[in-house]
């Protein structure tokens, strides 16, 4: 992470800031290892610049790069490397051998790099010998019975109301209460003065996500200068969890894109977020995305309005990882402010798998361990460059992200967890083995 | 081991080393565990097809149908199994035991299979013949070949090009338009070839 994140962003460093990753992808042949040849790095690099060259000497036509670089990485990633450079005739075996394609289903059987990136790495256990099993049942009994609950008869017993405060569920709901008090009564008595009122809402909202990172001892750093309000910009940030959210919340009043829920979250969604101008959307509605796509671009254009957060993955990824951006937020014409966070492994393993556990649970799970510690780092604001398309630009920003927070980079769509890879690539591997058997058919 | 349970033994471990004929160390199961577990989401005891096509790599694959066939439902002793047949180990043990495998291959492998130079599992072979052997009859004829040829390259091909082609590669190599291979006539035609088939399963 010793690269400086700025505005340069020749192909080599691009081509270098892949080389500090793992290479998770399966070449046509042969084994996977878990460090590349560094070659193989300079290769994807040196195959990148010379396309964006070419682009830029207006050589390839800009829709077919558009279409080709629909999915940036994927053909350097996958590279085959069955064709030779001299096409040789044609025999029976060459026809029959399928062994590369096999070789790189069963790879991807053994070890996909998609997978990875939604795995939940829980801590060593630490707590394995005699000496430190008596002391982490001690943790226990405080994490779980002193700092979480606020049972009624648990302050009696002690009839000291100075431990409810610092238990975490009563922190939280006492939030919840005066946030309530203050929230409701502005929300719906004040209606002349909408400027006010939307001053006091956003405060109250800052102030209870303030609540929500005091319930778990949450112990953020923030670095850079902080989000001002001003229209025609847009801020992105890599996605762990919804506590993202919240943590971002703390420092200035966004206005977030976010799924709908079901649930209390849902309810909290329509009546309070609303009031900082969230906009929501609904993965599964094909037509959506035209309908978010506009309302952002009147979002961005309005003066008084939030600034506003998008987590371009779409979908929670495991802070290891960062999967590819999409590029809805890059192609609004305004400036671009990259948020990278990253949370410390040691004290909580904050990646919400939604598959797995409900943000309730995951919250409980917060609110049981000894703290929340995480960095997020405001980066400057990225502007599109000229003759540079809006995925192109989104891969750029995501390199930054990634650098950042010591994030490797993977060329999947994160919406793979829903959808099933669109035929677009397999028809792309079906043309490149057409094309060789052509080539050395018409060798005699 | 019909239900998974989180934690291997060294008995399930020995056992599906034994299976599998030592294709892997042991190391390499416990690793292969993790991933079997982390693709059966639902904790069945096996993987669906459904389950192996949420693997990206995998379902843009052209051949994942085909292999899905020899895939779906299988435990983890067989999983294990048929991922031997890319294991770099190269097994020297010629012997082959029928009731292992779910594939069907003729019992005079055991008088042929000295003749070629098997430099690679048994098994390496029986999947690459079972997946041109769409209707498993032991034999695959010009249409098998036809049918692979058209899932490995799409509409890039014209159909007329690709039975063209395959025919004249046939009668290059000595065969007609309707005579069919058996397993030996793959290893044959393709003993030759530097054949790469191996994959190396990630040790956590």
Redesign the interface.
Known sequence: MNQRVGTDSSPLRFAACESASIPLFATFIGARRRAPPARTHRQIGSQLVGRRILAAMGGLDSSSMETDLDRPNIEEYLTTETIREVPKKLHLSDLLDISPTLTEAAGAIVDDSFTRCFKSNSPEPWNWNIYLFPLWCLGVVVRYGILFPASFSWLVSLSNLISCMFCRVGVLALGWIVFFAAFLPVHFLIRGHDKWRRKIERKLVEMMCSVFVASWTGVIKYHGPRPSRRPQQVFVANHTSMIDFIILEQMTAFAVIMQKHPGWVGFIQKTILESVGCIWFNRTESKDREVVATKIREHTQGVDNNPLLIFPEGTCVNNHYTVMFKKGAFELGCAVCPVAIKYNKIFVDAFWNSKKQSFTTHLAQLMTSWAVVCDVWYLEPQYIRPGEIPIEFAERVRDMISVRAGLKKVPWDGYLKYFRPSPKLTERKQQIFAESVLKRLEEK | MGNTSSMLTQYDIEEVQEHCNHAFSQQEIVS?YH?FC??D?NSSGFITGDE??S??????????QR?LRM?DGLNFKEFVAF?S??S?RISLQQKIECDHYVFIFPIFFFFILPLFAVEHHILFWV??FK??DFNSNGKVTFDD?LS??RD??????SEQ?RQE??T???E??G?RRDSSLVLSD?MR??G??Q????????ID
């Open positions: 292969l991933r982390q693709l989401r192996f096509l693997v990206p790599e995998f379902a843009v694959n052209p051949l994942s292999l895939l991922l047949a890319f770099p999947v690459l997946v041109y070949i692979v040829l490995l390259t799409g509409s890039f091909i090009q082609v395959i004249r590669v046939l290059e190599a065969y793959f035609i393709l030759s070839s054949l790469k088939m191996e994959v190396e399963v990630p």
